[in-house]
């Protein structure tokens, strides 16, 4: 089992249980709203208020050119392409965890101090940014804070920042239409619904408003919803 194919097992897991990728702060669960492409307003059901703080959000930048260049470079080693889907850069991972960054402030110095403590680690060993490093370089550079309960203390710094960036990358990917295309999870695909079935309605002498009808239902429509064996909407 691969890397995407591991990662899409817990996350099944944890959507069948009804939990949800939470943990991106410790104090509060993100809003349903906060999916990759956060910074667009045009979403539905937002508030002025909202879309007021989203157009403030969406017109600051914080981190730069080269600290953007790293974050893409990190999402797409923890989530790269595969020959289905395209990787965590492809999605707009980076530019979500620049959303995230302006709207929950206090994982402003996390992000930016982990990356500078990255540079460090990887002009120690290897003389050059992490950037700047190859594949096998960044990937072991990576390896050693991967895994909370095997790295060396002295690398606390490293694993409390990859832990935060991983979980930041899972979530902004799997907010995605490509993100929940690639865990082929029906769970939030609208099914076909033309209201409440007429003999029903007359049963209990009731009907729905012709403008409501004509607005929100086909009722010459009533099909009941099929799926093929790979869960493909057939109609």
Known sequence: MDRRDTIKSLLLG?????????GCTPEENLSPEAGAEASDTGGYGRTPEEKKRDEELASETFFTEAEIATLAVLCDLILPADDSFGSATDAGVPEFIEFIAKDIPEHQVPLRGGMMWLNHRANRMFGAEFTDCTGEQQKKLLDAIALPNEAAPELQPGVVFFSLLRSLTLSGYYTTKMGIESLAYKGNVSN????????????????YDEEWLAKCANPARSEVAEWDEEGNLIS
């Not at 944890?14 to 939470?22: E, K, Q």
């Not at 003999?199 to 009731?206: D, T």
Request: glycine share 16%; charged share 15%.
């Open 192 to 207: 076909i619904w033309d209201g409440v079935p007429e003999e029903v309605l007359a049963e209990h002498g009731l009907s």
């Open 14 to 22: 944890s959507l069948a249980g009804g939990a949800l990728l939470t």
